[in-house]
């Protein structure tokens, strides 16, 4: 694996050696980006929109060093709109479409019932997450992807130290339905400012929901795509200018969708915050999985007596604690949510 530590003061992990570290628009954040999809009866595969991964560190209170292989709970992220889309079709699986290291992007499918929403607001905020844990630990993966760190979510607190509102410059990463690639995920990068600060509930189609405002032209394909705040390498605060050696970037949020006037894309974009996706990622029943994994690996790493072992077949491999974990994972069932229409 290899280390970013731009983003947000946290270390962002992927699995191919970095592009250009110093490019204005950091390779890690187009590296987490998955395309979203389905496969019909026929075999035939379609796009439906994008995913990104985020990840917390397996140990809560581990600080690698450049280049160290470290573990992280690894989860799969777009909007639940995308899901309630494929569910229409008639389909009970969403398949993800995934970049390797030969440069082939290849499919992988998940079952809809293994996704996760919102734990008391599942209508209301467009988020749907997939723990993907199984899949991507270990540094012997093929994916040519990374993981955001969740230490690097935008937050309240960022938001009021550092001043960041209308203005502040976004970076959209995702699907782009009439170049997403043949041969592997390409995802294109648009370029926007925060147009609204979510002080009032936004009027969607799935309700009102808690979203900011971006000057940027959301298409289809999009939806689901990663928002990053851009802070870029000088800010001034109070007179005072403040210099980020390789710029500072955050998570924004998730794009939900765009707003219409007679079917034309009036350019504004509607985005979930990064808090919204942060109480999905928190809540009660991912948090006791990984407690529940922790203490797994902790305990196998108790000191025992020596006395003879039954068999070698005893020995406990990094393969099985993987399979374990995946297993600890299916223990939870989400309920699904009506499908709404974006």
Not at 27 to 33: E, L, M, P, S
Not at 154 to 172: F, H, K, Y
Not at 250 to 278: E, F, R, T
Request: glycine share 10%; proline share 5%.
């Amino acid at each position: 694996m290899y280390c970013d530590r731009r983003i947000a003061g946290s270390e962002v992990w992927y699995f191919s050696e970095p592009d250009d570290p110093y490019m204005y628009i950091p390779d890690a954040i187009r590296k987490c980006v998955v395309f979203i999809g389905y496969q019909l009866a026929n075999g035939t595969t379609g796009l439906a929109g994008t995913g990104f991964l985020v990840g917390r560190p397996f140990q809560q209170s581990e600080t690698p060093n450049f280049g160290a292989v470290t573990p992280s709970f690894a989860y799969l992220i777009t909007a639940k709109h995308v899901l309630d889309g494929i569910r229409k079709k008639g389909l009970d699986e969403v398949w993800i479409r995934l970049n390797s290291k030969d440069g082939i992007a290849r499919w992988a499918n998940t079952k809809m019932n293994d996704w996760q929403f919102h734990p008391t607001e599942k209508d209301t905020v467009d988020v749907a997450i997939f723990n993907a844990s199984g899949a991507t630990m270990g540094a012997s993966s093929n994916f040519d992807h990374g993981i955001f760190p969740i230490g690097g979510f935008t937050s309240p607190e960022q938001i009021d130290a550092e001043r960041i509102g209308l203005g502040d410059e976004i970076v959209i990463v995702g699907l782009f339905a009439s170049h997403h690639g043949n041969t592997k995920n390409i995802p294109i990068v648009r370029i926007g400012n925060i147009a609204a600060m979510p002080e009032e509930k936004v009027v969607t189609e799935l309700g009102s929901i808690d979203a900011y405002l971006v000057e940027a032209r959301s298409i289809g394909g999009l939806s689901g795509s990663p928002v990053f705040l851009n802070q870029g390498m000088l800010r001034v605060r109070d007179g005072v200018t403040y210099m980020f050696p390789a710029g500072s970037i955050s998570l924004l949020g998730l794009m939900h969708g765009h707003y219409d006037d007679q079917k034309v894309n009036m350019g504004i974009g509607i985005v979930v915050p990064a808090a919204k996706i942060l109480e999905v990622l928190n809540q009660e029943a991912i948090l006791k999985i990984e407690n529940e994994s922790r203490e797994f690996d902790k305990a196998q790493k108790m000191p025992t007596m020596d006395i003879v072992a039954d068999s070698e077949e005893n020995t406990f491999t990094e393969q099985d604690f993987e399979r374990s974990l995946r297993k600890v994972s299916r223990r939870i069932q989400p309920s699904q949510s009506d499908a709404e229409k974006k």
